[in-house]
């Protein structure tokens, strides 16, 4: 008897769970997703057409997976960092108004682990250094078959890492976890 009621309040539960998540949040402003389709790619004023293939490939994958993870997307976690996490959740949600960014699952590990190597298994782990991040972003785009590339290795370092530094503050390179809030509660723009 206590199986069988502990059985039926689960199931209650995962109900209730599965409809909050199906549940749209507020409507993104119309204008605010034509502004951002417009804006594509375009970061603290700069605009990088090999950022746009990067985003594409996000939202691709997210809508053709049907996936509520983008920090397990690896396209969106470059995208993030291209274009600032402020405009991508903004999208994300034009397309998925059912999306809600603080919900998300944190960064998925195994991609934090394809940017730093094998040292993210050892104990606790290691951060992410510049050179990391730019194997990650040339990975991406290549992976994304992008036919832009970034200006220089100077170009990716001030538009796309410096920012991500700046605010995470942690000295020359970036731990998980700062990275991680970073892709939460930077709204970089
Ligand atoms: C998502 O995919 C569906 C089916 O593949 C397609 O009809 C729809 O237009 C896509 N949505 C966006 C916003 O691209
Ligand atoms: C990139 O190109 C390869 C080879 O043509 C193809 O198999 C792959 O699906 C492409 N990837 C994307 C993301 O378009």
């Not at 769970?17 to 951002?36: E, F, I, M």
């Not at 993030?80 to 949600?93: E, K, R, S, V």
């Not at 538009?159 to 942690?170: E, G, Q, R, S």
């Amino acid at each position: 008897m206590r199986f069988a009621l502990t059985a039926i309040i689960s199931a209650v539960l995962v109900a209730a769970g599965v409809n909050a998540a199906a549940t749209p949040r507020a409507q993104q402003n119309p204008n605010d997703c034509l502004h951002y389709a417009k804006y594509t790619g375009i970061y603290h004023g700069n605009y990088q057409q090999s950022c746009v293939h990067l985003i594409y490939n996000c939202m691709n994958t997210l809508n053709s997976t049907n996936s509520r993870d983008p920090w397990g997307t690896a396209s969106c976690v470059a995208s993030a960092t291209c274009w600032g996490t402020h405009a991508l959740d903004i999208y994300m949600q034009c397309q998925d108004p059912t999306l809600e960014p603080s919900q998300f699952p944190t960064l998925n590990y195994n991609i934090y682990a394809s940017i730093v190597g094998d040292c993210a298994y050892q104990e606790g782990g290691c951060p992410i250094t510049f050179q990391n991040y730019v194997d990650f972003v040339y990975g991406q785009l290549s992976a994304v078959n992008s036919t832009d590339w970034p200006g220089s290795v100077d170009d990716v370092a001030q538009n796309w890492w410096n920012p991500i530094k700046d605010w995470t503050a942690t000295g020359d390179s970036i731990p998980y976890t700062n990275f991680n809030d970073w892709l939460f509660y930077s709204d970089s723009q």
